[in-house]
């Protein structure tokens, strides 16, 4: 086994084969470049569970407008990383480093530490970085990854003043188009934008694509790439790779968990001195990458009592070693858990509900992001809705269980 570039295991290497995402990727570049010559702003919106490439896919955009344009300034930022205020801090120093070419100035002002310690807000910053854009007639193209922690660090002003640059322009000076890539894991941007700026960004279809979950299939495939980028030389059965694709595919974490697994299993296997990585690697690698410990989204505390037995059943189907279940095997599930617990509990009874209102439990689960559902419609048996995976971290059965059992415990205490 022979590694050539061990870049390529990291958390920032941005792979040459993107895989699947390609088609996407150049999609969202030809939007925005139809934009570009026609000089008008444009908004897009990428979201998609952790691990289904939207970091690689803006990385990759990025890189190809810094070298496509001229007078177009393009930056990239991590709102998950750092806060809102450091964003624009950092926005300004690259936007003064791109204008002004003279170093020693923007060594000494841009990049002084006391920059900080000025006291202004950060729209002041913005302020100045849109009328010197202005002024020099370029243009800016801004990625904001995991743009839901802005609002949730209260940076809602950044959103504001770029939304709506023309209320904080200079008189008689135009408006540079702005140009806004925003990803997140959420599916719906109007969980978490403040109203008064969703009427400002373009939230129509148009503007927005969703990154589904990984087939294993897929991330099979994305292993196989990766592993041609890193290693020279290595001996990985197919049959541990699809291990490793089962697993990232059940606990939705896509390509991310699958990657990590890849890395250090490799690193256990040369550890030990094997010339193969095999099945005891990859568990060993398994233990160490806890898969609940990747999960940050909602917490069980948010989930009503029938949700979290909804949960439940759906966790009992899946684990069946099934990849994907059916909103009827679910709700059959869900009816018996009712009776099952329905003995110890009596209140647990009154949470039974007929067929529509089931259905509407579920659309309601998934408008949460807590799970992953597709209809079909059509065919001999009308329409089908797949469940194929939980977004929180109850992937484990029996953690599951101990959640329900301290509610119904609590119901009991209510109730008697
Ligand atoms: N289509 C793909 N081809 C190759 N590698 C991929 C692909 N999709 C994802 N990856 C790899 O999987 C890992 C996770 O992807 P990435 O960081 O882009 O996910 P993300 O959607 O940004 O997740 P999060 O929401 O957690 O930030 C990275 O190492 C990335 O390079
Ligand atoms: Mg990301």
Redesign the pocket.
């Known amino acids: 086994m022979n590694i050539k570039d061990s870049e390529a295991l990291t958390?920032e290497?941005?792979?040459d084969?993107?895989?699947?995402?390609k088609e996407a990727y150049e999609k969202i570049i030809s939007k925005f470049e139809n934009a570009i010559e026609r000089k008008e702003k444009f908004f897009f919106y990428i979201s998609?569970?952790?691990?289904?490439?939207?970091?690689?896919?803006t990385k990759k955009i990025e890189t190809h407008f810094s070298k496509k344009y001229d007078n177009l300034y393009v930056s990239y930022y991590n709102c998950a990383r750092i806060s809102p205020y450091d964003t624009i801090l950092e926005m300004y120093r690259n936007v003064m480093k791109y204008i002004v070419k003279d170093e020693r100035f923007v060594e000494n002002i841009a990049f002084s530490p006391d920059l900080k310690s000025t006291g202004y807000s950060g729209s002041v910053y913005l302020k100045d970085i849109l009328n010197i854009l202005s002024k020099k007639e370029k243009s800016m193209f801004i990625i904001l990854?995991?743009v839901k922690e802005i609002f949730v660090k209260n940076g809602k002003d950044i959103f504001y003043v770029l939304s709506r640059p023309m209320e904080f322009m200079r008189e008689n000076s135009t408006i540079p188009p702005i140009y806004l890539l925003l990803?997140s894991?959420k599916s719906t941007i109007q969980t978490f934008l403040p109203e008064d700026i969703q009427s400002t960004i373009q939230n129509t279809p148009e503007h927005k694509i969703t990154?589904n979950n990984y087939t294993v299939e897929e991330i099979v495939d994305?292993l196989k790439?990766?592993i041609k980028e890193a290693f020279s030389e290595i001996d990985i059965a197919d049959d541990a790779l699809e291990e490793i694709a089962i697993l990232s595919y059940k606990s939705n974490l896509?390509?991310?968990y699958a990657?990590d697994i890849l890395r250090d299993s490799y690193d256990i296997a040369s550890t030990e001195g094997c010339s193969s990585i095999d099945i005891s690697h990859i568990r060993k690698a398994m233990d160490i990458n806890d898969v609940n410990a990747y999960h940050d989204d909602i917490g069980v505390d948010e989930l009503t009592d029938t949700q979290l037995l909804i949960l439940l059943a759906i966790t009992r189907v899946l684990d069946n070693k099934k990849l994907k279940t059916n909103s009827v095997d679910v709700e059959n599930e869900f009816n018996k858990i009712i009776e099952e617990y329905g003995y110890r509990v009596s209140a647990v009874q009154s949470l039974k509900v007929s067929h529509p209102t089931f259905l509407s439990y579920l659309k309601k689960l998934k408008d949460m992001d807590v799970i992953s559902m597709k209809t079909y419609r059509g065919g001999l048996e009308g329409t089908t809705t797949v469940i194929d995976s939980i977004m929180i971290p109850l992937y484990d059965l029996k953690k599951i269980e101990e959640l329900v059992e301290d509610r119904i415990r609590r119901l009991k205490s209510e109730t008697s």
């Open positions: 958390f290497y941005i792979p084969d993107i895989s699947v995402r998609g569970s952790t691990g289904t490439g939207k970091t690689m896919v990854d995991d990803t894991q990154f994305i790439a990766r896509n390509a991310r990657i």
